[in-house]
């Protein structure tokens, strides 16, 4: 079993920042790409950051600039780096991790979420 586990979400004033965190646990091989997705309310889920384990990194446009996505595969661990934060940065932030298990399967994995919410 491979679990995500995800922290650092809360409340913010327009143009603070927060640190999101993903550690993957369980039955790993490797972790291959990992990424943040959000979901804002009557919104698709939509693609915020995503890093292989090479460290190439992608943006969606709108975060670019203010986020910064960041791995350690030592410890299994994403990071989200948020500044700037905007109101419409408000939403679920979800942990995706795409991991090859000890038994030779690959799988995408997600987080339970942790909610980001801006506002003065």
């Known amino acids: 079993q491979v679990q995500l586990v995800e922290s650092g979400g809360g409340l913010v004033q327009p143009g603070g920042s927060l640190r999101l965190s993903c550690a993957a646990s369980?039955?790993?091989?490797?972790?291959?790409?990992m990424g943040w997705y959000r979901q804002a309310p009557g919104k698709e889920r939509e693609l915020v950051a995503a890093i292989t384990s090479g460290g190439s990194t992608n943006y969606a446009d709108s975060v670019k600039g203010r986020f910064t996505i960041s791995r350690d595969n030592v410890k299994n661990t994403v990071y989200l780096q948020m500044n700037s934060l905007k109101p419409e940065d408000t939403a679920a932030y979800y942990c995706n991790a795409r991991i090859l298990d000890v038994f030779g399967m690959i799988k995408d994995y997600w987080g339970q979420g942790t909610q980001v919410t801006v506002s003065s």
């Open positions: 369980g039955s790993i091989r490797s972790i291959k790409t």
